[in-house]
């Protein structure tokens, strides 16, 4: 400010000289002045710009600033300013540019607008500081929008709060539903109805407010409606008519809030007692209706109404069937006769009446006159009592009103005595009363703000104390009462000047520190630089900071940010691509910091990454999958396996194999969904077990129901009856087919002939096979616990061993035995495939009659089967195999897992590729390195592929290093290398056999 009005004094003495000035002082103060011109309209276009922008209190706030544009702007339009521009010109010298009063005349009316609102926005922004409630805030937001309807940002605010408080409404009504808070659902859905809102609150909430209102009050209206009806039938017990009418008073309150259906139970308990009640209202409202009709009869009589009227009221009276008491009957006949008497007397009585009416006529006048006067006088006086009564309470004093009264009791008792004036009086004790109220009320208000302004003041403290001054201003009428409150006013002001001044001090030593150590502060340094960017920011977000001081904080903001710019920009490539390695062994967080780091850079890098990342992510999905389906392998037991696991375990085996399909370890799986496919088959589509089909088998007649004799011979005889002994002889009435209906014949059979059964002690007569049924049952019964290939082969041991049996039906129940376990194990079908292989190329007649032991067909078959059975291995070498099978499948590794080691990256300064890594797996000692990548067009040399399929069209598997002592090395052909691409190593040897 100095400057220019330098500059006007230095204009105003040229121009007051006599002499010219130098033509360089005037160039030179020209400059000044239009340099001083420029700055202040530099300056009231800013303040324009937030005019225009509802920024009003921010535009008053800049203008503000030392020096204060208004008053630059009145110094530089200094008088004699056109003579100032004449006399430049007469030195060939430009004029000056124009101030831009219009601007400064706007800024003028901006500052009569924000005076009024000043309290107000101090309230807003104590209550800002002070993190206030959203309904207190949005209260006074609502006033500031209603008084500066000019300025949109109220309105602005507004729409933020509101969406917020909506948010938290919800989320209080929530809460007040979880407490069952009552209270509160009625405040909350007050404050929802509030026809303020520009954000009109949803439907959905209202409602919903509404409801859960609504329903709790119910339901609360219901539980102390139970309690009041057990008051209501115990008053009824006994008798306790007030109770009971006192009970009802609140029962017929809560009946709309509860909205108790019809068929209540609470209707049927109540309802003896509410009939009881309404029976006692109407008997009372009979016995009053009979009281008032008495009295209105005793008051006709006393009035001396003519017969008709009596008669009337008489019936009135008796008209519930109640006689009159005794005293008003005799009354009333007295009175109707008299009347009857006095009609007859009436004419004489005409002729008096006349007379004595002139001299009433006379006594009325005076009488009217007298009353005349009384009625001013009261008038009067009621007037002057009623002014004086409202004056008072105007202005709290009472003195004068109570002298009137009194003067008034001691001049004229009669108006003083009038039930006007003791109205009057009853009213004016009442005034005395509600004034010391109010005394009593701005008191408790004025020492509330004075503890929270003053005694005990603090920011939080001081929108409440404020509030209270306001508070005190509507209770105050007495100008002793304004004085106090001026008074109060002007010490929580001070107060509140002394708390910011505290405030603005410590901010400018504290602004003072950040300048010095921005002065010495490392640019290379940006542990340090970070440190005053966070001084900055927490100067720049501290509270309650004068905004002259404010103001100087974000400058030093962008200085910071402006000096740390340039080390972050070197340091950000590296962090990126520490951001990419630290993700590896994610694919999804590596695919994110690979499309993070080509979204965000524009090189050849990038767009080598972006490659990788569209063309490989679909490798890495399936790597992953394989590997994890091939550790899932390791760790399962399958020998262990229910039969919904194993299904769950070949459904997914399918699944995996036929989406990544071209992947090497796809065909090492096959036998694990052979297996797997055998093992589940063992459960039919409709839930049935596949050995039950063995059940026809093992009870067919000729199997299980059989007797047989074996003689000397080799002849076998079958019967189904025991055969008869007769000493050393056995009859035998063999059967002649395999109807085993038919009998063939009887053959008597010396005992010392029988070769089959053993003739000693208790003979059973059982056939070969009806034992060997038997016993393959109880086998059968103990499948699950033993294991389908283990039962299945001591089975075939149990039929082998078993020489007494048929030949012909021996190989007959060893073809169906093998279909049916050959079908649920892949073990038993390719152990014994030879054995099916003969069966099926021994073209034996399996319809041959062996049952006729004469059967010479039978014979030549025997003999045929025999030999067959001879080429067939024993089924008890399949035991040793079976372990081996067992073990196999125990735990078993399918083929390679693939674990992620880093990632490759050109380092073209040392012309090399390396491998970034997070860190070094223990297990990846000294191995191998590999690329896992789509294949590309066939091109020569063909790499160095680990894949078992050379005619693989997807993926090709491609060593390009290897790590020594945990130190990765990159080499190998160049077309497997590409910036961004995942590096893997062999986690576990292949087992594939």
């Not at 309209?41 to 324009?48: A, F, M, S, T």
């Not at 929270?452 to 920011?459: H, I, K, T, Y």
């Not at 491998?915 to 590309?936: G, H, M, R, W």
């Amino acid at each position: 400010m100095r400057d220019q009005q330098s500059i006007i004094e230095e204009i105003q003495a040229i121009l007051s000289s006599d002499i010219d000035a130098e033509q360089e002082t005037l160039e030179a103060l020209e400059d000044r002045f239009v340099r001083a011109v420029e700055e202040a309209n530099g300056r009231l276009r800013e303040c324009e710009t937030l005019l225009h922008q509802g920024l009003r209190t921010e535009a008053l706030g800049k203008c503000e600033i030392t020096p204060n544009l208004l008053d630059v702007v009145a110094a530089l339009d200094f008088p004699g300013r056109e003579v100032w521009v004449d006399y430049l010109s007469q030195f060939d010298l430009p004029a000056p540019p124009e101030l831009q009063l219009d601007i400064a005349a706007d800024l003028n009316e901006a500052y009569s607008e924000e005076q009024p609102l000043n309290g107000l926005m101090r309230l807003n922004r104590l209550h800002a500081l002070a993190r206030s409630p959203l309904k207190t805030r949005i209260g006074i937001l609502r006033r500031l929008a209603e008084a500066d309807q000019t300025n949109p940002i109220w309105e602005d605010d507004l729409h933020v709060f509101e969406r917020a408080r909506q948010m938290q409404l919800k989320d209080e009504a929530n809460v007040a539903v979880k407490q069952l808070d009552t209270k509160q659902l009625a405040l909350l859905e007050q404050e929802l109805l509030d026809p303020n809102w520009l954000e009109r609150p949803s439907k959905k909430l209202l409602s919903n407010v509404s409801a859960a209102h609504s329903q709790l009050r119910a339901k609360e209206a219901r539980e102390e409606m139970v309690k009041i009806e057990e008051g209501l039938t115990s008053a009824f017990s006994d008798f306790d008519l007030k109770a009971a009418r006192n009970l009802r008073q609140r029962w017929n309150a809560l009946v709309p809030i509860a909205s108790l259906p019809p068929d209540d139970q609470l209707w049927d308990l109540a309802g003896p007692a509410l009939d009881w009640l309404k029976q006692e209202d109407q008997k009372e409202q009979e016995e009053q209706e009979y009281q008032l009709a008495l009295s209105q009869l005793e008051q006709g009589l006393d009035a001396e109404l003519p017969k008709e009227e009596l008669e009337r009221l008489y019936y009135q009276a008796v008209k519930n069937d109640r006689a009159l008491p005794d005293v008003l009957h005799r009354r009333l006949s007295e009175r109707l006769e008299y009347q009857e008497l006095a009609a007859r007397r009436k004419g004489r009585l005409i002729i008096s009446c006349v007379a004595m009416g002139v001299l009433l006529i006379g006594a009325g006048i005076t009488f009217l006159i007298v009353r005349q006067i009384h009625n001013k006088e009261l008038a009067t006086s009621v007037a002057a009592a009623t002014e004086l009564l409202e004056s008072a309470r105007t202005t709290g004093n009472f003195k004068e009103v109570n002298r009137y009264f009194e003067q008034l009791e001691s001049e004229n008792q009669r108006v003083a005595d009038s039930p006007e004036v003791k109205k009057l009086k009853a009213d004016l004790k009442l005034a005395i009363e509600a004034e010391r109220g109010r005394q009593d009320k701005f008191r408790n208000i004025l020492d509330d703000a004075r503890t929270r302004g003053v005694l005990n003041a603090s920011w939080e403290t001081m929108p409440a104390a404020l509030e209270s001054l306001d508070e005190a201003k509507e209770v105050a009428i007495t100008d002793a009462e304004y004085g106090q409150i001026v008074e109060l006013t002007r010490k929580v002001n001070e107060k509140q000047i002394g708390m910011q001044k505290e405030v603005d001090d410590r901010f400018r030593t504290d602004l003072d520190k950040l300048k010095a150590g921005i002065a010495g502060a490392d640019q290379e340094n940006l542990t340090q630089l970070q440190g005053l960017v966070n001084q900055a920011n927490e100067l720049n977000a501290r509270p309650r900071v004068s905004s002259e001081y404010s103001v100087l904080v974000p400058p030093l903001i962008n200085s910071l940010n402006s000096m740390t710019t340039t080390t972050l920009e070197k340091q950000r490539e590296s962090r990126a691509l520490q951001q990419i390695t630290e993700a590896v062994g994610d694919r999804n967080r590596f695919k994110t910091a690979l499309e993070k780091y080509s979204s965000q850079n524009q090189t050849a890098r990038a767009e080598a990454i972006k490659k990788v990342l569209e063309d490989e992510f679909t490798v890495w999905v399936g790597l992953n999958a394989w590997n994890h389906f091939i550790d899932k392998c390791s760790r399962t037991d399958f020998t262990k396996l229910s039969q919904d696991e194993s299904k769950a375990f070949e459904s997914e085996a399918r699944k995996i194999q036929e989406e990544y399909k071209d992947f090497p370890a796809a065909e090492y799986i096959q036998p694990l969904v052979d297996m797997l496919q055998s093992r589940n088959s063992r459960v039919t589509e409709n839930g049935e077990k596949l050995q039950y089909q063995l059940n026809d088998v093992f009870s067919n007649e000729t199997v299980a129901n059989l007797l047989m004799i074996k003689t000397t011979d080799g002849k076998r005889y079958y019967f189904k009856e025991p055969p008869n002994s007769s000493g050393a002889v056995l009859v035998v009435n063999f059967l002649d087919g395999f109807d085993l209906v038919k009998i063939g014949g009887v053959e008597r059979i010396q005992k010392g002939e029988i070769t089959y059964p053993i003739q000693d002690g208790k003979v059973n007569y059982a056939a070969p096979q009806a034992v060997f049924s038997t016993a393959a049952q109880d086998l059968m019964a103990g499948l699950d616990r033993k294991g389908w290939e283990k039962t299945f082969i001591e089975i075939l041991v149990l039929l082998f061993d078993n020489e007494e049996m048929e030949p012909m039906l021996k190989l007959q129940l060893i073809e169906s035995i093998l279909k049916v376990a050959s079908q649920g194990s892949l073990f038993i079908k390719q152990e014994f495939a030879s054995q099916m292989d003969i069966l099926s190329n021994s073209n034996l007649d399996f319809t041959v009659n062996w049952i006729n032991p004469e059967n010479l067909n039978a014979k030549l078959a025997e003999k045929k089967a025999i030999r067959v059975l001879a080429r067939m291995e024993h089924p008890k070498s399949a035991l040793k195999s079976l372990e081996a099978y067992q073990a196999k499948w125990k735990k078993p590794v399918l083929a390679n897992q693939y674990e992620w080691y880093g990632w490759m990256i050109e380092d073209k300064a040392e012309g090399k590729w390396i491998c970034k890594t997070k860190s070094v797996p223990l297990e990846s000692e000294n191995k191998i390195l590999f690329a896992i990548y789509p294949k590309p067009e066939p091109v020569d040399p063909k790499p160095e592929s680990e894949s078992a399929d050379p005619n693989s069209k997807l993926m090709e598997i491609v060593r390009v290093g290897e790590v020594q002592k945990g130190k990765a090395t990159l080499s190998g052909a160049p077309y497997a290398f590409q910036e961004g691409r995942p590096v893997f190593y062999v986690k576990k040897n292949t087992n594939t056999d």
